[in-house]
């Protein structure tokens, strides 16, 4: 089955530690993104890429890092800098160019103490 | 900065009636696109329907039809023979064209009463 996927579910970290956030796609898809979800709002754009090897920052990329090395796997860093870093993040992935509409995986829950 | 209003936090419904959920934007671009996704208690969000701008018929897909009205920047979601199923929160999403990014509005929770 196609589709995406983020590991872990849950993830707990200590206040200063930097962690990895994990998303894979089988969808052969170009564009990647990462979202971040807060209580009571929508989600906000963290990073994007279109091709591998290439990423620009979205609306809130303050504290966080990616890389795109490979076409189905887009890893987000939430590093020590991020002020509030507990959150929902939900990864997506789309087909290249303008208009496609993007598939979502099923997100991870990082709360940092 | 594009924005996007859904002026009802919450809705409610009962089994098998019509609801429809609200959603203006700001935009000045000319082409564009309009998603509504819906996010259920498992917090996968998961597509509903698709609208292009530059069409003026409004898009359908089985209970789920759109009112997309371009002058006046709005686009409701309309959900036919609502489910138990349909409970979700949705989220009204324009796509920047340039640059492929979705804004998403802060959402609608819609409860489906049996």
């Known amino acids: 089955d196609g589709g995406i996927t983020q590991s872990p579910k849950y993830l707990f970290r200590k206040e200063g530690q930097n962690v990895t956030l994990s998303c894979e796609q089988n969808l052969n898809h170009d564009a990647m993104y990462w979202y971040r979800q807060d209580p009571g709002q929508g989600l906000r754009l963290i990073y994007y890429?279109?091709?591998?090897?290439?990423?620009q920052k979205g609306d809130i990329a303050e504290g966080y890092s990616v890389s795109r090395e490979k076409k189905e796997s887009f890893p987000l860093t939430v590093t020590s800098a991020q002020k509030n870093p507990t959150a929902f993040y939900l990864c997506a992935s789309s087909r290249s160019g303008t208009g496609y509409e993007q598939y979502f995986g099923p997100g991870t829950r990082l709360t940092v103490t | 900065a594009q924005t996007v209003t859904q002026s009802q936090p919450e809705m409610s419904v009962q089994e098998a009636e019509t609801v429809t959920l609200s959603c203006t934007y700001d935009?000045?671009?000319?082409?564009?696109?309009l998603f509504w996704y819906k996010q259920p208690p498992s917090r996968q969000m998961i597509l509903v329907i698709r609208?292009?701008?530059?069409?003026?018929q409004n898009a359908t897909e089985n209970r789920f039809s759109v009112n997309f009205q371009k002058a006046a920047k709005s686009f409701s979601l309309k959900i036919s023979d609502s489910q138990l199923g349909d409970a979700a929160m949705y989220f009204c999403a324009p796509l920047r064209g340039a640059t492929n990014k979705l804004i998403f509005g802060t959402g609608t929770l819609l409860a489906v009463q049996p």
């Open positions: 935009t000045s671009e000319s082409d564009y696109y």
């Open positions: 609208q292009e701008a530059y069409k003026q």
């Open positions: 890429s279109q091709i591998v090897n290439d990423f």
